[in-house]
């Protein structure tokens, strides 16, 4: 037969599924569903070999699912509102609407190139108004269950991206786009009350047996449910100010105390509001983010008061009280008590203003002479220096004793706080979902009329404006409603609003009265498989799990509180980098090998220096682009080698030779086909044996399980050893029946892995028939004989080969005549244990 034509046979099957659509099935409601969804890409113009990998996974499920007769929801849409598509259109001139569209067209002939069994009939856009209308129903109902506020607060400032960001946004105190330090910034801002749900969103991950532990402890400490004390401190001072509030998770460090902070948002602070060094410390402190992470990487500064803190253990030692850079007003009270001691951000901050460190924790194999130096002591250990604490193993007991010794004494009381915080939405951006209110000139809110949904974005307009355009457009903020004279709300929502509930919408994606029909999403919802990355695990899921929450919250017709039922986390797509001497990265594409030496294709003098391999980015020039894969080598090599080389949750090494061993394999299956036919073409009479039967069944079995468990890879391995199979029995003579038959079975079970190939053989036999499941025969799978383990106290000493189910003594009997064996039955056998057909344990 000719060499296999990859690129003229999946150009023939992309058109002929596009046309016949032959991989979705009627929908009939009395059948199972099984709903598939991937990662909800963002429209980029460029798919990149980790879309690849997601959708690859994805659609090996759904093809399977497909084939077990299940009714399959495998849908795409695009995350296309964002901040990439604004800069884009202002470097470029253009309107975002139309670089995002432009981009969704070229991804999306991309993605059809690789054979993805995707229902395009459902495709979704969160930038379409048919989409963000429903959008902004959802907030308005939420907005009314009181689910959706508006306050002034402090937030995280993005100074290159001109936006307020999420504490979820914010990475080592940097944007998670733009890479730039985050700043504190006072703004009115809309946020979702996620912080209502937090014990059920924590409790609840006790329920998502299917999801892997990770995301589960990742989320739980997001979550944060920390349980501590309020304390009450007295204060001394020249201020109006009797006491101060402090939460703590660790009071039974309270012999510790040296000093007291507070935020600079605490309402001490108006006390201070004229001073001028107050006002420049503020000043300072806006240069930082409001999270725990930004603060973390940042320098620990204060301002001292005037005021002393009475300690409530011991009311003879009385510190100076703080505001520092590192308390957060909306965690517990805006104030803590600091235990230099114990807590490096504490010792950090005595060690700067030259305060007390007092040891009272030691480790359990030291003695009470333990002193706390180079350092903050932070792990477990004994109470010391710390009178009727004295003794306590720290944290596990002494926390407990403590509260309840405080309470006795009403000095403070148990409480339980968390770490997660009521969710930022406002966005100070035009590529966004506008925000359905208006203001009238007290700044009294009014939500947008249902019959005047969707608000829309003004058209054409210019976006090389300093801060939010849409500040600058006078006649779409001007609207009346009802008579009265109102100005819109000018913040779009942030892009994780778009993607927390994309899923209900491919349930119904041309529903134009709600963003659902209850008997879609009671028929599809939740979602049987979600695949994504691992970087999802707190954004796009936790955000998810709030949003079905509060759409079922004081809802009768909704009772959905879990999107996904099962949870799958790929690993990432890794390659070489590559830096020239200047330390400049260098993509695979300028390089050339020579004599075994990577050099410069455009100056082969300049040598090239191979570093580690790293999940692909553009930023270090290490990618690959999938179009030339799919160019050279062909889709169903290209979703081959994405399977093959490692397992689905791990990371996968791209290599050239990679691909290529991948190409090689498809021509070799091309020539197994072409012998699969020479032989069938023979006729021959009978079977010469029943070897061909036996693998397929084993065959069939093996594949099931690796799909049902993800084992991908080892697909691929079996699929090899397939291949060996039958390249050596086919010149034993089978009949043409049993060839066909048996051969329809392989390649039904390979299809999910290489549609286009698969396809393409199946059509060449001429099979006619619907594909389904290939069954297999699991008598012929059952063996006569089985392998018995022979133990000598407990030892193992050989293997008997032998018919099924003989008794005890009978297997003795073997062991005694059995030369190898016989020769470790030194003495009397004091005791036989037989676990039937596996083992035969004697105790001599």
């Given at each position: ?228 004390c309020e304390i009450d401190f007295k204060i001394e001072g020249s201020l109006p100010i009797k006491s101060i509030k402090c939460f703590t998770t660790r009071p039974d460090t309270l012999f510790g105390f040296s000093f007291l902070a507070v935020s600079v948002d605490h309402e001490i602070a108006k ?574």
């Amino acid at each position: 037969m000719n060499r296999y034509n990859f690129k003229e046979v999946e150009l023939k099957w992309q058109k002929f599924w596009e046309q016949n659509k032959t991989f979705k099935s009627k929908l009939d409601k009395s059948k199972k569903k099984f709903y598939c969804l991937e990662m909800f890409p963002y429209p980029s113009g460029k798919i990149h070999m980790g879309h690849v990998r997601n959708y690859t996974i994805g659609d090996v499920l759904a093809r399977y699912k497909i084939l077990k007769g299940f009714n399959v929801l495998h849908p795409m849409g695009w995350d296309s509102f964002g901040m990439p598509a604004e800069n884009a259109a202002k470097q470029n001139n253009l309107d975002p609407k139309t670089w995002t569209e432009s981009n969704i067209s070229k991804m999306k002939v991309q993605l059809k190139k690789l054979g993805l069994s995707i229902d395009w009939d459902r495709e979704i856009s969160t930038c379409s108004e048919d989409y963000y209308k429903h959008q902004q129903k959802f907030f308005l109902e939420l907005y009314k269950k009181k689910l959706v506020y508006r306050k002034e607060n402090y937030v995280n400032w993005d100074p290159i991206d001109q936006t307020v960001l999420a504490n979820e946004q914010v990475i080592d105190g940097k944007g998670w786009r733009s890479g730039a330090i985050v700043e504190r910034k006072k703004l009115n801002q809309w946020f979702f009350n996620i912080s209502k749900f937090s014990d059920d969103l924590l409790e609840s991950l006790n329920q998502l047996d299917k999801w892997p532990k990770k995301v589960k402890l990742m989320q739980k400490n997001w979550i944060g449910k920390s349980f501590g004390c309020e304390i009450d401190f007295k204060i001394e001072g020249s201020l109006p100010i009797k006491s101060i509030k402090c939460f703590t998770t660790r009071p039974d460090t309270l012999f510790g105390f040296s000093f007291l902070a507070v935020s600079v948002d605490h309402e001490i602070a108006k006390f201070y509001e004229k001073d001028k060094e107050f006002i420049k410390f503020k000043d300072e402190c806006s240069k930082s983010g409001t999270t725990e992470e930004s603060i973390a990487v940042g320098e620990k500064i204060g301002f001292k008061t005037n005021l002393l803190a009475i300690s409530p253990v011991d009311p003879s030692k009385k510190v100076p009280v703080y505001f520092a850079n590192f308390v957060l007003m909306d965690y517990g009270f805006g104030a803590v008590f600091g235990c230099p001691a114990h807590d490096q951000r504490d010792f950090d901050f005595a060690k700067k203003y030259n305060l007390e460190i007092k040891t009272v924790v030691k480790p359990k194999e030291e003695d009470d002479s333990f002193t706390v130096k180079e350092k903050a002591f932070s792990d477990d250990g004994i109470i010391i220096n710390s009178d009727f604490l004295n003794g306590l193993e720290a944290p596990n007991n002494s926390v407990l004793e403590t509260i309840k010794i405080l309470e006795t004494r009403k000095i403070g009381k148990k409480l339980i706080t968390f770490r997660l915080k009521d969710w930022g939405v406002s966005r100070q951006r035009y590529w966004g979902c506008p925000i359905p209110i208006a203001y009238d000139e007290e700044g009294n809110e009014y939500p947008i009329p249902d019959n005047m949904l969707p608000v829309q974005l003004p058209k054409n307009i210019d976006l090389n404006v300093k801060g939010n355009p849409l500040d600058h457009q006078k006649n779409w903020k001007e609207i009346t409603i009802d008579g009265k004279k109102l100005t819109r709300e000018t913040d779009t929502l942030d892009t994780f609003v778009c993607s927390s509930w994309y899923y209900l919408r491919f349930c119904s994606p041309t529903e134009k009265n709600y963003g659902y029909t209850k008997e879609d999403i009671d028929y599809w919802m939740p979602v049987d498989q979600y695949i994504g990355g691992i970087e999802h695990a707190i954004l796009h899921l936790l955000y998810s799990r709030f949003f079905m929450r509060a759409l079922a919250f004081e809802n009768e017709k909704f009772n959905i509180t879990e999107p996904f039922e099962d949870l799958f986390t790929q690993g990432m797509v890794c390659h070489e980098t590559y830096k020239d001497p200047e330390n400049n990265w260098v993509s695979p594409d300028e390089i050339e090998t020579i004599n075994g030496e990577k050099r410069l294709r455009k100056n082969n003098k300049v040598k090239i220096t191979v570093g580690p391999s790293e999940s692909m980015s553009k930023s270090k020039k290490n990618t690959i682009d999938p179009e030339k894969i799919i160019e050279n080598y062909g889709a169903d090599s290209a979703r081959l080698f994405i399977l093959s080389d490692s397992p689905p949750e791990k990371d996968v090494q791209w290599s050239e030779e990679g691909i290529s061993s991948s190409y090689k394999f498809i021509q070799k299956l091309w020539n197994l086909h072409s012998k699969f036919e020479d032989e069938m073409s023979k006729n021959h009479k009978k079977d010469s044996s029943e070897n061909i039967l036996k693998f397929t069944s084993l065959f069939i079995k093996k594949i099931e399980n690796y799909l049902e468990n993800f084992s991908y890879n080892v697909i691929i391995a079996s699929m090899h050893e397939m291949y060996n199979f039958f390249l050596k029995e086919l010149n034993n003579e089978y009949t043409k029946e049993t060839l066909y038959e048996n051969y329809i079975k392989i390649l039904t079970a390979i299809s999910p892995i290489i549609p286009h190939y698969t396809s393409e053989t199946l059509e060449l036999l001429k099979y006619k028939n619907k594909l389904s499941w290939p069954l297999y025969n699991k008598d012929i799978l059952i063996e006569d004989s089985v392998n018995i383990v022979v133990q000598i106290n407990g030892k193992k000493r050989g293997l008997l080969n032998l018919n099924k189910n003989l008794n005890e003594e009978m297997i003795f009997e073997k062991i005694q005549k059995d030369e190898k064996l016989s020769k470790y039955i030194s003495g009397p056998i004091k005791k036989k244990i037989y676990v039937q057909n596996k083992l035969i344990n004697l105790i001599i």
